[in-house]
């Protein structure tokens, strides 16, 4: 059975030449360490360069071990820079973009390229877009906030309507380069933080009306849903108690919840089997980080676990990656 891993990351060497031009830009700059390199972002937090991050070819021998058919390649999130002027994220997203579309026209069988856009200026974003999926690529990874604006308010919309009209997956990524008091300690702003901003950001998603607006949205919460799953039973009762909640959508919040896909990053065998479960295995899809720590070492394994039917195994492994990419078989 062919397998789509719908959430990794990729930093292609056009982008790594860019920022090592023009890094001063983007508060980040490249330094090495005991032989490696790395980049250093706001002076405070270090991520690597070398190896499979950046070498493409690395990374066949790792899917095949892992059974994995195919990756839908997504840039590292801090390359997403929603603090950055939005010329200077149009700049970088341009370059992602070509490299990616580049990369996967070299190698369509094992890569289907996602998107990155300046979402700091929602019509050059829609641009973008529409400029990404004329070069093939197949979805666009976004951050659930732009530093303090977020993505139900007015100005998106025109980036909302161009995704739908598109047809191209939304992969909502959170990422805090540089967190803040407690998120700042024991990783916190991985563990803890990311889920907290996923979970937000597709609550006003729903309350906001961005999903009845646009009911052919296709959005991918990565890490599980973050904490939406927690949050939904909440959200209906906002839903039946304030008024403010009913202003933007006529039903109640969860039965919004079939316009999101999940991934599997979860951490917890038991969680994920229970939110297939809830939600069915129509919603989720494959999911590794690969190759940064923090993902799964074992992506196909942790479905095969679950004892699933074997259709519903499919669908997860990928059946609901092609529908999302709009692959064919």
Same mark, same amino acid.
């Given at each position: 059975?062919?397998? &789509? ?10 982008? &790594?030449?860019?920022?090592?031009? !023009? ?16 980049? $250093? ?18 990374? &066949? ?72 999926? #004329?070069? =093939?690529?197949?979805?666009? !990874? ?5 530093? !303090?604006?977020?993505?139900? %308010? ?9 995704? %739908? ?23 916190? =702003? ?25 009911? +052919?949205? +296709? ?18 009762? =906002?839903?039946? $108690?304030?008024?403010?909640? /009913? ?21 917890? /065998? ?31 394994? %942790?479905? #095969? ?17 092609? #529908?999302?990419?709009?692959? =064919?078989?």
């Amino acid at each position: 059975m062919d397998v &789509i891993d719908m959430h990794n990351h990729f930093v292609a060497p056009a982008v &790594i030449d860019f920022l090592a031009r !023009e890094g001063k830009h983007f508060a980040t700059r490249i330094v090495e360490r005991d032989g490696r390199r790395f980049f $250093l972002i706001h002076e405070s937090a270090m991520r690597p360069i070398d190896g499979a991050i950046s070498d493409a070819s690395l990374r &066949i021998a790792d899917m095949d071990r892992e059974g994995v058919t195919a990756q839908a390649i997504s840039c590292v999130p801090f390359l997403m820079y929603p603090d950055v002027e939005a010329d200077c994220g149009l700049a970088i997203a341009q370059v992602n973009n070509d490299a990616m579309a580049a990369l996967a026209s070299s190698d369509p069988a094992h890569f289907v390229p996602l998107a990155s856009v300046p979402m700091q200026n929602p019509a050059t974003a829609a641009k973008e877009l529409e400029r990404a999926a #004329k070069l =093939g690529l197949r979805g666009v !990874e976004i951050p659930p906030k732009v530093v !303090e604006r977020q993505l139900d %308010e007015a100005d998106f919309e025109v980036f909302w309507e161009a995704a %739908e009209t598109l047809e191209m997956a939304v992969c909502i990524h959170p990422f805090e380069a540089a967190p803040t008091g407690a998120l700042a300690r024991y990783f916190l =702003g991985n563990l803890v933080g990311n889920l907290y901003d996923t979970g937000l950001a597709a609550a006003l998603l729903i309350y906001g009306g961005v999903l009845e607006r646009h009911p +052919k949205l +296709k959005i991918v919460l990565y890490h599980g849903g973050g904490a939406l799953p927690a949050l939904v039973g909440r959200l209906d009762m =906002g839903y039946r $108690l304030v008024p403010e909640c /009913r202003n933007a959508i006529p039903r109640p919040p969860s039965t919004y919840v079939p316009q999101f896909h999940f991934d599997i990053i979860a951490h917890n /065998r038991a969680m994920l089997g229970h939110l297939v479960s809830t939600y069915g295995a129509e919603r989720f899809v494959v999911g590794s980080d690969y190759p940064l720590p923090a993902g799964l070492a074992h992506p196909v394994e %942790e479905v #095969k676990a679950l004892g699933l039917s074997s259709a519903d195994e499919e669908k997860i492994l990928v059946a609901n990656a092609r #529908k999302l990419l709009r692959l =064919g078989n």
